[in-house]
């Protein structure tokens, strides 16, 4: 029965022991743990407020990505009207262009046509005065074979200037 009745000596060496050892863990142990501890404890609160801060970042860097893609698709639908717009400008200016050149050209043509009428008039004519030129020329050399007749043409062309004069 002596080990479950321990002596008064070895109690109270045993407390000594352990007041010792107490001591010397309040002391130099107990510090170091909880300097350990609270180490542990802040570097696991600067761990989650560095992924609240990420977390904060990552929001707010998703918001402004979806600022930038609206701006970006506005901007784009923006370029896509004005290119709409310069295309139907450029395509209406084309359009009138080709009107005007076609109106030139259709007046060049016109122009041409009423010169080339009006060559063809005075050569029908120049024409028609050297035939008309020969048939006189044959008739009055028939008419003025005789002496008489060339007096009486003479007579009459002299009378023809007096009344003109």
């Given at each position: 029965m002596e080990l479950?009745?321990p002596?008064?000596?070895?109690i109270?060496?045993?407390?000594?022991a352990?007041?010792?050892?107490?001591v010397i863990l309040?002391k130099?142990?107990?510090?170091?743990?909880?300097?350990?501890v609270?180490s542990?404890?802040?570097l696991?609160?600067?761990?989650?407020?560095?992924?609240?801060?990420?977390?904060?970042?990552?929001?707010?860097a998703r918001e402004?990505?979806?600022?930038?893609?609206?701006e970006?698709?506005?901007?784009?639908?923006e370029?896509?009207r004005?290119?709409?717009?310069?295309?139907?400008?450029?395509i209406?200016?084309?359009r009138?262009?080709?009107?005007?050149e076609?109106k030139?050209?259709m007046?060049?043509a016109?122009?041409?046509?009423?010169?080339?009428r009006k060559?063809?008039?005075?050569?029908f004519?120049n024409?028609?005065?050297?035939?008309?030129?020969d048939?006189?020329t044959?008739v009055v050399?028939?008419e003025?074979?005789d002496?008489?007749a060339?007096?009486?043409?003479v007579?009459s062309l002299?009378?023809d200037?007096?009344k003109q004069n």
């Amino acid at each position: 029965m002596e080990l479950f009745t321990p002596d008064f000596g070895l109690i109270f060496w045993m407390f000594v022991a352990f007041a010792i050892l107490f001591v010397i863990l309040y002391k130099w142990g107990w510090p170091a743990i909880l300097k350990g501890v609270d180490s542990r404890a802040d570097l696991i609160d600067k761990g989650v407020e560095y992924a609240q801060n990420a977390k904060d970042q990552l929001d707010h860097a998703r918001e402004e990505a979806e600022k930038y893609i609206t701006e970006a698709r506005r901007q784009q639908a923006e370029i896509l009207r004005d290119a709409d717009k310069m295309k139907s400008q450029i395509i209406d200016e084309a359009r009138v262009a080709a009107q005007k050149e076609a109106k030139k050209v259709m007046e060049a043509a016109k122009v041409s046509i009423e010169q080339e009428r009006k060559e063809a008039e005075l050569q029908f004519r120049n024409e028609v005065s050297a035939f008309a030129l020969d048939i006189a020329t044959k008739v009055v050399r028939n008419e003025m074979a005789d002496q008489k007749a060339q007096q009486r043409l003479v007579a009459s062309l002299l009378d023809d200037m007096e009344k003109q004069n």
